[in-house]
């Protein structure tokens, strides 16, 4: 069965540095996100992206976030420079289309800033 | 502001117990409700609920909608451990890509 592949599954990263966090999506899926969970709190959306542009982005995808399909399979969330508070679990997800199909999600990266 | 509420938060029950899980919301625009499983990582999905009153199964799982009472039930009957989880409702929003919101999810542990 088609999955969503994310790595690398734990990240640990001074504050400060960059990170990337990879994706490859389901490959005819057309629709891209980016999603992030803080332990013990909501799964929020991050940002969309389709036709290699972003679509819509939260108030949390701020200047220090960018994504990035670099190629025809890859899909990757950079966030500059890390601050504590980028300590999540990080999904990404992808649809086949919008209208009422189901995303799915990768296996997620837990990101750790030190 | 759309809203998300799922009840109850958390819930311990026994192998063989039914178990019904609640999600209320308030959504413009209303497209359709998923529900996913959480296990240790990935959230999975269950079902994808459109229409009012008309259920959906799969195998001891089944889901049902009220699109006039603004919610859905999440029913588990015989519960395995297996079923262990957080279960977590989610709506698409917004145009274009339909970004998902999520409610905070019920915690359901199964004990043997």
């Known amino acids: 069965e088609p999955e969503v592949t994310q790595t690398p599954s734990h990240q640990v990263t001074q504050m400060g540095q960059e990170v990337i966090l990879r994706c490859v999506p389901i490959s005819n899926h057309l629709y891209f996100y980016w999603y992030r969970q803080i332990l013990g709190q909501k799964v929020e959306f991050l940002v969309s992206?389709?036709?290699?542009?972003?679509?819509?982005k939260s108030e949390i995808f701020d200047d220090q976030f960018s994504v990035e399909r670099p190629d025809g399979s890859n899909f990757t969330l950079k966030i500059r420079s890390t601050k504590l508070e980028d300590s999540a679990m990080y999904f990404c997800a992808s649809t086949e289309h919008t209208a009422n199909t189901e995303a799915f999600f990768g296996q997620g990266t837990r990101l750790t800033v030190v | 502001e759309d809203k998300v509420v799922q009840s109850p938060l958390s819930l311990v029950v026994h192998e063989g117990d039914t178990v019904t899980l609640n999600c209320s919301y308030e959504?413009?625009?209303?497209?359709?409700l998923l529900w996913y499983k959480q296990e240790k990582k990935a959230p999975t999905f269950l079902f994808m609920l459109?229409?009012?009153?008309i259920e959906k199964k799969s195998g001891r799982l089944s889901s049902i909608l009220d699109k006039k009472e603004l919610f859905s039930i999440l029913n588990i009957t015989a519960t395995q451990t297996g079923d262990s989880a957080i279960y977590l409702c989610?709506?698409?929003?917004?145009?274009?890509?339909?970004?998902?919101?999520f409610g905070t999810g019920t915690r359901l542990k199964v004990l043997a």
């Open positions: 459109t229409s009012s009153g």
């Open positions: 959504v413009t625009n209303f497209r359709s």
């Open positions: 989610a709506f698409p929003t917004g145009s274009g890509t339909y970004k998902y919101i």
């Open positions: 992206f389709y036709n290699n542009e972003i679509s819509e």
